[in-house]
């Protein structure tokens, strides 16, 4: 395989494996009471919610494996969601409480969103460390980019907090699922300006 093709195919793979767990959440809530009647073993679990909970830290687990193997390395985000999940997922299988699993998108983007703003209350653009081998851009457009990556994990944060303490189990589930991604996706193509502006080599393959 040619370096081109394996650079187009690694970001269709990475998404592919950071979207798979999620999927699995989804489909474990929506046909949680099915999968329970063909499997006994996971009616002892509870209700759908508990079900998905399960499979999604299974599925997890996996595609954290697969992320080593296939792509050779870790992402430090990925690991420390993988971390969260399989925590609070526990918390919430253990305690029969589902407000542990809808808590952990909070708690995990008030991390990340207190990770890097800190970092720049002490001058240092702690997301250069997560993009530099993607991106390669001057200090000013570091410092700009991990704050507007900060100030939108807070706004993540919110968000689930609004949709969870406000609407249905079922909603929730889908919100983070179909919702979430659509909306990173989206802020990130919206930084593509300031990636250009400040960027010290060609993006993408520009020339």
Not at 52 to 81: E, H
Not at 88 to 110: C, E, R, S, W
Request: glycine share 8%; with cysteine; net charge neutral.
């Amino acid at each position: 395989m040619s370096k081109t093709a394996e650079k187009q195919e690694r970001p269709a793979l990475k998404l592919a494996l950071e979207l798979g767990p999620l999927v699995v959440f989804f489909l474990a809530n929506k046909y949680g009471e099915a999968l329970a009647e063909m499997f006994p073993i996971l009616a002892d679990l509870g209700g759908k919610i508990f079900v998905g909970t399960a499979l999604f830290m299974v599925a997890m687990v996996i595609s954290l494996v697969a992320s080593r193997i296939l792509l050779g390395t870790l992402a430090v985000m990925p690991l420390v969601t993988g971390f969260f999940v399989l925590v609070f997922g526990g918390l919430t299988l253990y305690l029969q409480n589902d407000i542990f699993i809808k808590m952990k998108p909070t708690i995990v983007n008030l991390i990340f969103a207190g990770i890097l703003l800190g970092g720049l209350v002490f001058g240092k653009s702690l997301l250069a460390y997560v993009f530099d081998s993607a991106f390669k851009l001057d200090d000013a457009g570091w410092k700009k980019l991990t704050l507007r990556w900060g100030l939108f994990f807070v706004c993540l944060a919110i968000l689930n907090e609004l949709v969870w303490r406000n609407f249905s189990t079922d909603f929730w589930v889908t919100f983070k699922v179909w919702a979430i991604m659509p909306l990173s996706m989206i802020f990130m193509m919206a930084q593509l300006p300031l990636l250009k502006a400040h960027s010290i080599e060609p993006l993408f393959g520009e020339d």
